[in-house]
Structure formats: C-alpha cells, structure tokens
C-alpha cells in the first residue's frame, strides 16, 4: 500500500517520463492496484503516489460487481470521438470534491501492458472518462484543470474549505 497524495502536491503537477525498463515498474503496479482498491477508487496514477513515470491502473467495473482491471504504461490516446459527454468525476487525490468535466466519450487508447506487449483498446462510456482522467494525471493535470476559470475557483475554495 502506497500513501495517496493530496492535490495540491507539486508532485501532482509534474508531467511524468515515459517508462523505459517494463520490469522496474513491476512492484509499482501491483502496489497501485491495492492502494486503489482499498481506498475505494477506480483509477490510480502513478504521480498520486509519488512516483513520477507514465502508469496508471483502473477497474471501471469493480464497484458493480465485475472486476476488470487494466494497468497501462506510457498511455497515449490515438482517436477520440467527436461526441463529448459531460461527467462528474472525482479524484482520490482530491477527496470530497467532485468535478462536472467535459470530454469524448470515447478513446483509442496505445499502451504496453505489464509484460511488455504493446496494446490497443477501444474505450467508451465510464472506462474512457476514467482512462482520459488518469492520462491527465500523467500529463500534471487534475480535473480542476479542464474546467472554465469561475468554476474551477469555486471548486477549489470548496475544496480548501474542507481542509
Ligand atoms: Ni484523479
């Protein structure tokens, strides 16, 4: 179990390094995947816990009963659909808040795999909004940082009351 950071972190504002060496995330993502479950959550970056390489886990299906887990390094979206759909998404580095965000509703994701294959999936519904959001982490952003100016201070003062 890895300790979750809380936004706003300076670790959680980093773009991450691609992984060069599968082997050495290994322990990384095996500690990813308990560190979500337990927290409860469906996605897990590996910036949240400190360490700054392009991984991230989800289980979309987990919380209704089928699990489903998929752990992806150096993630890149290849297509996104034209429809976008707007979800409300939390954060287990931001507890208590959630955001209204506004993003394809589907993806083309390209990662390798735990053993080193490389992958392509076809994402729709919650596992794409769920993929686009831990890519994001990757990248240095939370879903604060996909909203309008006015709405982001507010969620953030809602956030830093809860403090
Ligand atoms: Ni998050």
Redesign the pocket.
């Given at each position: 179990m890895r300790e979750i950071l809380r936004w706003p972190d300076p670790r959680l504002g980093t773009v991450c390094a691609p992984v060069s060496d599968v082997a050495s995330v290994a322990g990384l993502v095996a500690d990813m995947f308990e560190t979500m479950y337990a927290a409860p959550g469906r996605?897990l970056?590996a910036p949240?816990v400190g360490a700054l390489v392009r991984v991230f886990v989800m289980d979309a299906g987990w919380k209704s009963g089928e699990k489903t887990p998929l752990a992806c390094l150096n993630p890149r979206i290849v297509a996104a659909s034209d429809r976008l759909v707007t979800g409300e998404e939390a954060?287990?580095?931001?507890p208590g808040v959630t955001a209204e965000v506004t993003r394809p509703d589907a993806i083309t994701l390209a990662f390798t795999d735990p053993e080193g294959a490389a992958q392509v999936l076809e994402l729709t519904g919650f596992a794409a909004t769920c993929a686009q959001?831990?890519l994001d982490?990757l990248d240095g952003l939370?879903?604060f940082d996909r909203l309008e100016p006015a709405a982001r201070a507010a969620l953030v003062a809602d956030y830093e009351a809860l403090a």
């Open positions: 996605g970056a949240q954060c287990l580095s931001i959001h831990e982490h939370v879903h």
